[in-house]
């Protein structure tokens, strides 16, 4: 009976640990973004996640700008847990098909330090400027359409 009782306390510990270690390991770890080329994307539907308004990319510079920024992002696991905060952007990639390319989709870009991919939010390590890009472009839609694709009310 005592035997039972100690194997039972040593597997709960051992158990315990193993899930304590599991998570530091977890929010210690460096990952990279899927790397893809800027040919192989056809467009990328990016929603302002504050006013819901969304922007079609199609220009090809505008296209190899941003995935040049994500792919191979380095990034570190801040926490687990999605928050929306205002004031960032949800990007959807497409690729040469029309067809959502998965391991990249829904990407939320948070600031020029932080993303979300569920379930967890990520630090952004070598991507500074990523935020601002999207951002521009935003901008830049209100003053000329034309030069970087349509807006979209999906």
């Given at each position: 009976?005592?035997?039972?009782?100690?194997?039972?306390?040593?597997?709960?510990?051992?158990?315990?640990?193993?899930?304590?270690?599991?998570?530091?390991?977890?929010?210690?770890?460096?990952?990279?973004?899927?790397?893809?080329?800027?040919?192989?994307?056809?467009?990328?539907?990016?929603?302002?996640?504050?006013?819901?308004?969304?922007?079609?990319?199609?220009?090809?510079?505008?296209?190899e700008r941003i995935v040049n920024e994500i792919s191979g992002m380095e990034l570190k696991v801040e926490g687990q847990?999605?928050?929306?905060?205002?004031?960032?952007?949800?990007?959807?990639?497409?690729?040469?098909?029309?067809?959502?390319?998965?391991?990249?989709?829904?990407?939320?870009?948070?600031?020029?330090?932080?993303?979300?991919?569920?379930?967890?939010?990520?630090?952004?390590?070598?991507?500074?400027?990523?935020?601002?890009?999207?951002?521009?472009?935003?901008?830049?839609?209100?003053?000329?359409?034309?030069?970087?694709?349509?807006?979209?009310?999906?």
């Open positions: 009976m005592e035997i039972a009782k100690i194997v039972r306390t040593t597997t709960i510990i051992l158990i315990l640990l193993a899930i304590v270690v599991g998570g530091i390991r977890l929010l210690t770890k460096k990952v990279y973004y899927p790397t893809y080329s800027a040919d192989d994307i056809s467009r990328i539907i990016v929603e302002d996640v504050d006013t819901g308004s969304k922007l079609n990319i199609v220009n090809p510079e505008d296209i847990g999605i928050v929306t905060p205002s004031d960032s952007y949800e990007l959807t990639v497409y690729n040469s098909e029309g067809l959502e390319i998965v391991d990249f989709n829904p990407i939320l870009v948070v600031d020029n330090d932080s993303v979300q991919k569920e379930p967890l939010c990520y630090k952004i390590l070598n991507a500074e400027t990523l935020y601002d890009d999207i951002k521009a472009l935003f901008e830049a839609t209100e003053e000329d359409e034309e030069n970087i694709g349509e807006t979209e009310g999906e």
